[in-house]
């Protein structure tokens, strides 16, 4: 009997030890899947190898204050929409993205993108956000997008050349420009080749849409079509045609060997040019001994403007994991990350809360393109960007270049750019 009883004793402690091993087991399993992060996926452009650092560090912040998730850092270095658009439809887009404001409109009504509106709470502080940018990327009253950054374009001036030439203010209005560039423009060997322009001038559609509103015009009509040769567009590309032929005090960056507006300003061969905020610390780093100040784009027709650029994180429909995707896209927005994003001055923040602990709102340099948005122009071209700015550019260049009159050549590049549209749609 004792011998029976010793064995059962055993039998019992053995199959106890079993049961605690397992149940062990089984905790040790269920705690090494719950601290197994969840992977999110986030994709944009590469501007430069400072703004790719930046957000590393930003996302690091964000993973040891959310342990549960792993943020999987992308950068698509070429053909960027191209790569997005193929990636959404083969279902294996990431779960968040950055969106230019240029190529919203198409998107977000493509349903692809997860409207944010049921992930914002009051706490999150909505109306925090410069009204113009958000609305930027709503349609249909949904939220698409929040703004991770802006710029807005103002006016750089030389002021050792503004000296040198007896102006002490900036142009406020653009005749005041057109004939302070005459005073600036330089020919030291009176041999007619310019040392130094006036103004420098980018044909762009992205740097002439507010001259072509400031006449009434408009880029494209309710219809998406291109409507930018317009009487009322005509008359404010012409000032700019008017400069480039008529006074010669501007001049295009290929008119003087450089590849922008920021660099031909920095190697002093024209004394003012139209940039963004991007352009400060370009302008530091690279041309540190330049003397500049920033001043309001100069009012047309009696009217400011300027454009805004801006970028939003998205959030891919399909992803499987809309909380940690939203957590991300919260945390990159809030106060805490923007202000971490922006507070190197790289690039602005588009809450304007943040604007104001970071002193852009004051700052001497920074404070005009806050001030700008107030009156900016989304730069924005309808659901087909691509056909509009194009065909755009190839034309307007030619009509500076006195290839053709201004009038015909926006005239065939409005109609080449709504024949396009048409064969997409």
Same mark, same amino acid.
């Given at each position: 009997?004792?011998?029976?009883?010793?064995?059962?004793?055993?039998?019992?402690?053995?199959?106890?030890?079993?049961?605690? =091993?397992?149940?062990?087991?089984?905790?040790?399993?269920?705690?090494?899947?719950?601290?197994?992060?969840?992977? =999110?996926?986030?994709?944009?452009?590469?501007?430069?190898?400072?703004?790719?650092?930046?957000?590393?560090?930003?996302?690091?912040?964000?993973?040891?204050?959310?342990?549960?998730?792993?943020?999987?850092?992308?950068?698509?270095?070429?053909?960027?929409?191209?790569?997005? $658009?193929?990636?959404?439809?083969?279902?294996?887009?990431?779960?968040?993205?950055?969106?230019?404001?240029?190529?919203?409109?198409?998107?977000?009504?493509?349903?692809?993108?997860?409207?944010?509106?049921?992930?914002?709470?009051?706490?999150?502080?909505?109306?925090?956000?410069?009204?113009?940018?958000?609305?930027?990327?709503?349609?249909?009253?949904?939220?698409?997008?929040?703004?991770?950054?802006?710029?807005?374009?103002?006016?750089?001036?030389?002021?050792?050349?503004?000296?040198?030439?007896?102006?002490?203010?900036?142009?406020?209005?653009?005749?005041?420009?057109?004939?302070?560039?005459?005073?600036?423009?330089?020919?030291?060997?009176?041999?007619?080749?310019?040392?130094?322009?006036?103004?420098?001038?980018?044909?762009?559609?992205?740097?002439?849409?507010?001259?072509? $509103?400031?006449?009434?015009?408009?880029?494209?009509?309710?219809?998406?079509?291109?409507?930018?040769?317009?009487?009322?567009?005509?008359?404010?590309?012409?000032?700019?045609?008017?400069?480039?032929?008529?006074?010669?005090?501007?001049?295009?960056?290929?008119?003087?060997?450089?590849?922008?507006?920021?660099?031909?300003?920095?190697?002093?061969?024209?004394?003012?040019?139209?940039?963004?905020?991007?352009?400060?610390?370009?302008?530091?780093?690279?041309?540190?001994?330049?003397?500049?100040?920033?001043?309001?784009?100069?009012? =047309?027709?009696?009217? $400011?403007?300027?454009?805004?650029?801006?970028?939003?994180?998205?959030?891919?429909?399909?992803? $499987?994991?809309?909380?940690?995707?939203?957590?991300?896209?919260?945390?990159?927005?809030?106060?805490?990350?923007?202000?971490?994003?922006?507070?190197?001055?790289?690039?602005?923040?588009?809450?304007?809360?943040?604007?104001?602990?970071?002193?852009?709102?004051?700052?001497?340099?920074?404070?005009?393109?806050?001030?700008?948005?107030?009156?900016?122009?989304?730069?924005?071209?309808?659901?087909?960007?691509?056909?509009?700015?194009?065909?755009?550019?190839?034309?307007?260049?030619?009509?500076?270049?006195?290839?053709?009159?201004?009038?015909?050549?926006?005239?065939?590049?409005?109609?080449?750019?709504?024949?396009?549209?048409?064969?997409?749609?």
């Amino acid at each position: 009997m004792n011998t029976k009883r010793a064995f059962q004793f055993l039998v019992s402690l053995i199959a106890i030890a079993i049961l605690i =091993i397992g149940c062990h087991s089984i905790v040790q399993h269920s705690a090494s899947t719950g601290s197994t992060p969840v992977v =999110i996926k986030l994709s944009g452009w590469g501007s430069s190898p400072v703004e790719e650092e930046l957000l590393k560090k930003v996302l690091k912040e964000f993973e040891v204050k959310h342990p549960h998730i792993k943020v999987k850092y992308e950068v698509i270095s070429d053909q960027y929409m191209d790569v997005i $658009k193929t990636r959404l439809i083969g279902e294996a887009a990431p779960d968040v993205f950055y969106l230019d404001s240029l190529d919203a409109p198409l998107l977000m009504s493509q349903n692809v993108l997860e409207p944010l509106d049921k992930y914002i709470t009051p706490t999150f502080n909505l109306a925090d956000f410069e009204e113009t940018l958000l609305n930027t990327f709503k349609y249909q009253n949904h939220i698409y997008g929040l703004p991770k950054d802006f710029s807005t374009l103002a006016l750089f001036y030389n002021k050792k050349a503004f000296t040198a030439a007896g102006l002490t203010t900036p142009p406020s209005t653009w005749d005041e420009l057109r004939a302070y560039s005459q005073k600036l423009t330089i020919d030291t060997n009176k041999d007619g080749r310019i040392d130094q322009y006036g103004f420098g001038e980018t044909s762009e559609l992205a740097r002439q849409a507010y001259k072509i $509103k400031s006449f009434g015009g408009q880029i494209v009509d309710k219809n998406g079509y291109a409507t930018f040769a317009s009487p009322a567009g005509l008359q404010g590309l012409q000032l700019v045609v008017d400069q480039y032929q008529k006074d010669r005090s501007s001049a295009q960056n290929s008119d003087v060997g450089t590849n922008s507006g920021s660099e031909m300003f920095g190697q002093g061969k024209v004394g003012m040019v139209i940039e963004g905020n991007w352009a400060i610390l370009y302008l530091k780093q690279t041309f540190p001994q330049i003397e500049f100040a920033i001043a309001e784009v100069p009012s =047309i027709n009696n009217k $400011k403007g300027t454009m805004v650029f801006t970028v939003a994180y998205v959030m891919n429909k399909q992803t $499987k994991n809309k909380a940690e995707a939203w957590e991300l896209i919260s945390f990159l927005t809030g106060k805490e990350g923007m202000k971490r994003w922006t507070e190197s001055g790289f690039t602005l923040p588009t809450r304007k809360s943040v604007a104001k602990i970071l002193g852009y709102d004051q700052d001497p340099l920074r404070s005009t393109f806050v001030t700008g948005i107030d009156y900016a122009m989304p730069w924005q071209a309808g659901n087909y960007p691509a056909a509009i700015t194009n065909n755009f550019d190839n034309q307007f260049v030619s009509a500076m270049l006195k290839q053709q009159p201004l009038k015909q050549a926006m005239l065939r590049a409005q109609q080449q750019a709504n024949t396009q549209i048409q064969l997409m749609e």
